[in-house]
């Protein structure tokens, strides 16, 4: 016998309200049975395909626009039971893995070949670099006023607690000190007095000297003038008597 249903007694708008669950079924829910698997089986479903599941990832595009586009698909398996102990993948690895051994001859000369040592660094930082030599190879940036201001207050900022905090000396150590600084004072102005007087005198050595080479050269030039001279008149004298 057959009964037609209307789509609108399916399509309800008052759905009934679910049953609560009884007693037994709720106690039925705790009654598991635990069954210990065997290796051959953990294998066996290793290799099959009962725990992948196959979905679409992305909302399929409109066939319209897309037609050749084909659903975006990924696939999950779940990954197979193992009665191993819990831990990291490769638990130990060789000390190779994490410390080099004895280098051979032939490594050790690459790796000085390649390798800088702190004495090269040191001296290749006192070397010239031939790009400076030419002014269009190097740019000059110059500081604003912003960023000099900055680096000027930069170089007063003082680090607190770093300066000792120096206390004013005592009135003895005061006067001591002022007593020390007048007599170094005095020390160095008797040096420079004595030192412009020898001055003065090697100055006024140097000019006598100078006046008597004067005076001395021309008492040989009218020495020999005046011998000339006499040489002048014997020969007139000599020519007369003949």
């Not at 049953?19 to 099959?48: I, T, W």
């Not at 193992?82 to 690895?93: I, Q």
């Not at 000339?228 to 014997?234: F, I």
């Amino acid at each position: 016998m057959e009964h037609i249903i209307d789509r609108s007694e399916l399509l309800s708008e008052h759905s009934p309200p679910p049953s609560s669950p009884s007693l037994e079924d709720m106690k039925r829910l705790g009654n598991f049975e635990y069954v210990a698997q065997k290796r051959d089986v953990l294998a066996a479903d290793v290799n099959g395909n009962d725990d992948e599941l196959d979905f679409v990832l992305f909302a399929p595009s409109d066939k319209k626009l897309h037609p050749s586009r084909a659903v975006a698909k990924i696939r999950i398996q779940t990954p197979p039971p193992d009665d191993k102990d819990p831990g990291f993948v490769v638990p130990t690895r060789p000390e190779a893995y994490y410390f080099r051994g004895r280098l051979s001859t032939e490594q050790q000369q690459k790796f000085e070949a390649v390798a800088l040592t702190g004495e090269d660094v040191l001296m290749r930082s006192h070397s010239l670099v031939p790009g400076y030599h030419y002014a269009w190879k190097v740019r000059h940036i110059a500081m604003s006023q912003r960023q000099s201001r900055a680096l000027e207050e930069h170089a007063r900022t003082i680090t607190i607690g770093s300066v000792p905090n120096h206390k004013r000396p005592g009135k003895k150590a005061r006067v001591k000190t002022r007593t020390m600084l007048e007599a170094s004072k005095a020390f160095q102005e008797q040096q420079q007095k004595a030192n412009e007087l020898k001055e003065a005198a090697e100055r006024e050595k140097r000019t006598r000297r100078n006046r008597e080479k004067k005076a001395k050269k021309k008492q040989r030039e009218k020495a020999k003038k005046a011998e000339g001279q006499a040489g002048d008149v014997v020969m007139e004298e000599d020519s007369g008597t003949d």
